[in-house]
């Protein structure tokens, strides 16, 4: 209980937990809109994904804060590849928490006179850009744990592979696949944080992708995929040496 209490505590906790409630209702909708009998469930399913945004986004208010500070602290990294794309990512989700109040201001008719549709995809916009950078950075990470594990993997050889009998292009092509599988495997399961943080931003990215048109969508699977990126957002806030950390 109060593992719960100080996960709700935090600001990013709660904001994960309607992100998670949000995409469920969202998925559930999508599933129970066939069926002719579902109609006021589906309904209260509408209301309770409108309460559940408003309420993330009265959460994310702040967060540009977060991002700028984000942005300062990528500046510093020593590796250069993660530091560029990570400062680039932190910027553009900086441009994007600003879009964010001001969409909410229109929407709940505070403020009259703002282009909604021209600031909602501005969003979009720059929030697929920091989900491409920050993709782009896990795959540099990625391939950075690969290459340890097959440097380990070659180590413990002692002596060189020998082809198979019976060897041809095919049989090279599988092997190499079923290789790069296996390394692909070890090098994720053996850092975690890693694979958290690459399944959040795929699954994040598939929202902005049907907003801009890039890759049409259907609620179903964004609803899927917000859940799970939600999931691993609220495994890295309670447990913080889940999430990846670049030095």
Not at 1 to 21: P, V, W
Not at 65 to 92: F, G, K
Not at 151 to 171: C, F, I, M, T, W
Not at 172 to 188: D, G, H, I, V, Y
Request: charged content about 20%; hydrophobic content about 40%.
């Amino acid at each position: 209980m109060d593992a719960f209490i100080s996960f709700t505590n935090q600001t990013q906790g709660r904001d994960q937990l309607f992100r998670a409630t949000k995409y469920t209702g969202m998925l559930l909708r999508y599933l129970l809109e066939p069926k002719a009998d579902k109609e006021e469930v589906v309904m209260k399913l509408k209301k309770l994904e409108s309460s559940v945004s408003t309420g993330c986004k009265w959460f994310r208010l702040g967060n540009v804060v977060h991002a700028v500070q984000a942005t300062q602290q990528s500046i510093h990294v020593t590796d250069l590849v993660p530091r560029v794309y990570l400062t680039l990512a932190s910027l553009n989700l900086v441009i994007y928490f600003i879009c964010d109040p001001i969409i909410f201001v229109k929407s709940s008719g505070l403020a009259s006179g703002i282009n909604k549709e021209k600031w909602r995809m501005w969003a979009a916009r720059h929030y697929y850009y920091s989900l491409l950078l920050s993709l782009v950075r896990d795959l540099y990470e990625i391939s950075l744990q690969m290459e340890q594990v097959a440097h380990g993997r070659a180590k413990r050889e002692k002596s060189p592979s020998q082809d198979p009998l019976g060897y041809s292009v095919a049989n090279e092509e599988t092997e190499w696949l079923q290789f790069f599988l296996l390394l692909l495997f070890r090098s994720l399961k053996k850092h975690l944080p890693l694979l958290l943080d690459t399944v959040k931003n795929f699954c994040d990215i598939l929202n902005p992708l049907d907003q801009l048109g890039i890759y049409k969508s259907n609620p179903g699977i964004i609803g899927l995929g917000g859940l799970m990126s939600s999931i691993a957002g609220i495994i890295t806030v309670a447990y913080p040496q889940m999430k990846l950390k670049t030095h």
